[in-house]
């Protein structure tokens, strides 16, 4: 792969990756964007602003190494209670991102999905998250999956209730639950397991973050704000990935 074309030739660094060991899908909480504001006296707003230029490089860089899926944790189910005008700075950066990026994302082959309970969203981002899922259904590069009014217990509590009203039904019964079939019920019914966690600026928890699905996620902390982070931390954070040794509970 060449990985080299994206940051030039480096003695000092080594970017080189094990393409036989290229995790299919990578989860990012992206973290700091408010800290990496404050650090330089600016409103909490560009520090989402910033992070959203991290992302296209991000995005960029995971296209060229060759990932399936990258989920990215734009907005949680509790993101709700910050400020509301806070709030409503992140909801309108996610529309004018998309409208942004669209046709980028479309021509390098991307195909956005998302997880998360889209119903509570501005009617505006509805429209424009649909918008860009329609122009890069076909698309079969890096599916870039974006969590957006996402929670892992709220995403359990959705799948549960699907399950049991097909019980009341009488379509299904309670034999059948199996962790098969809850994870069919899942908003990544159809998408594997991420290999890689990667959550920045110093931050070591899950905050509720695909709780189901990384049971067996290899985690990779770093302390930079995610305005800050590149592909190349992407690379970093894969080669430290390719040294561990996955052992699933067996020894
Ligand atoms: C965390 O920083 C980030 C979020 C709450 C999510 C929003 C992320 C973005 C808007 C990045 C760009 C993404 C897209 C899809 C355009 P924080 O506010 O929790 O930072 P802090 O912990 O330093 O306060």
Redesign the pocket.
């Known amino acids: 792969m060449d990985i080299m074309k994206l940051f030039g030739k480096s003695k000092e660094v080594d970017y080189s990756l094990d393409s036989e060991n290229i995790p299919q899908h990578i989860a990012i909480i992206?973290?700091?964007?408010?800290?990496?504001a404050?650090k330089r006296q600016l409103p909490?707003s560009l520090?989402?602003r910033a992070?959203?230029e991290?992302?296209r490089d991000v995005i960029e860089t995971a296209a060229v190494i060759g990932l399936k899926y990258l989920t990215?944790?734009?907005?949680?189910t509790e993101?709700w209670s910050r400020p509301q005008d806070e709030v409503s700075s992140?909801m309108q950066?996610?529309v004018e991102?998309l409208k942004k990026e669209a046709k980028e994302l479309h021509k390098n082959n991307v195909k956005i999905i998302t997880i998360g309970d889209l119903s509570r969203l501005p009617r505006d981002l509805q429209q424009e998250v649909e918008k860009v899922k329609e122009l890069t259904k076909d698309n079969t590069g890096l599916r870039v999956n974006?969590a957006l009014n996402y929670g892992g217990r709220d995403e359990l509590v959705r799948a549960f209730k699907k399950i049991s009203s097909e019980i009341v039904a009488g379509n299904r019964t309670t034999d059948e639950i199996n962790e098969e079939l809850i994870a069919n019920y899942l908003d990544t019914a159809e998408i594997p397991e991420p290999e890689l966690l990667i959550r920045t600026?110093g931050?070591c928890r899950l905050s509720n973050f695909m709780i189901w699905q990384l049971s067996y996620t290899e985690f990779w902390f770093t302390d930079c704000?995610?305005p800050d982070f590149k592909g190349k931390d992407l690379v970093e954070a894969i080669q430290d990935y390719q040294n561990r040794e996955r052992r699933f509970g067996k020894v």
């Open positions: 992206m973290d700091g964007n408010g800290r990496w404050k909490r520090g989402h992070g959203g991290a992302l990215i944790y734009a907005f949680s993101n992140i950066l996610l991102y974006i600026s931050e704000y995610w």
